[in-house]
T-cell receptor
Framework: SQQGEEDPQALSIQEGENATMNCSYK?????LQWYRQNSGRGLVHLIL?????REKHSGRLRVTLDTSKKSSSLLITASRAADTASYFC????????????FGKGTKLTVNP | GAGVSQSPSNKVTEKGKDVELRCDPI?????LYWYRQRLGQGLEFLIY????????KSGLPSDRFSAERTGESVSTLTIQRTQQEDSAVYLC????????????FGEGSRLTVL
């Protein structure tokens, strides 16, 4: 079964608000990555956080990782209509295959 | 090329026909992945290549699905005797070797089986 379960499944906010998406996973990981997918397009890598890191920033993105709870969150601050997309977390199992396992994603809608 | 290229971008076929989907990864990326994404769903791992060999093909759903890679470059995903449940977007991604690598995705091949 796939690891990485995002919640909420869908999120609708107004422009300017912050959006928080959560991801849980089941086994020990080397790192966790977040990707974005615009409708009908391929995925684009946003940010990677390593298992020994707790927080990472990139522009308006903030990612946290809690390995004790096997969870991560992605915060998008001051959202824009252009942030409308699906967001996925992904990870590789520590000591396991090289495959990157994706969650089911959170569909974010930012209303202008 | 500059990015991962997939073809065809759209394919409509009749049930029972065979289809081939092609992926051209970024030059120098030795790792290549195939995923399937059904409408409104997440990504389902199919197979991973390191060079021309496939250390992990655990996600291939049945023996109707096969994939190969040649020259540590182009990969082809073949679906034989297609079924309606095979309808999905098939995404290819490539990366540099190593467990920390980010994946670079193509735009996908949308397969519709009538």
């Amino acid at each position: 079964s796939q690891q990485g379960e995002e919640d909420p499944q869908a999120l609708s906010i107004q422009e300017g608000e912050n959006a928080t998406m959560n991801c849980s996973y089941k086994t020990s990981i080397n790192n966790l990555q977040w990707y974005r997918q615009n409708s009908g397009r391929g995925l684009v890598h946003l940010i990677l956080i390593r298992s020994n890191e707790r927080e990472k920033h990139s522009g308006r993105l903030r990612v946290t990782l809690d390995t004790s709870k096997k969870s991560s969150s992605l915060l998008i601050t001051a959202s824009r209509a252009a942030d409308t997309a699906s967001y996925f977390c992904a990870n590789r199992t520590q000591g396991g295959s090289e495959k990157l396992v994706f969650g089911k994603g959170t569909k974010l809608t930012v209303n202008p | 090329g500059a990015g991962v290229s997939q073809s065809p971008s759209n394919k409509v076929t009749e049930k029972g026909k065979d289809v081939e989907l092609r992926c051209d990864p970024i030059s120098g990326h030795t790792a290549l992945y195939w995923y399937r994404q059904r409408l409104g769903q997440g990504l389902e791992f199919l197979i991973y290549f390191q060079g021309n060999s496939a250390p992990d093909k655990s996600g291939l759903p049945s023996d109707r699905f096969s994939a190969e890679r040649t020259g540590e470059s182009v990969s082809t995903l073949t679906i034989q005797r297609t079924q309606q449940e095979d309808s999905a977007v098939y995404l290819c991604a490539s990366s540099l070797p190593g467990r920390a690598g980010e994946l670079f995705f193509g735009e996908g091949s949308r397969l519709t089986v009538l």
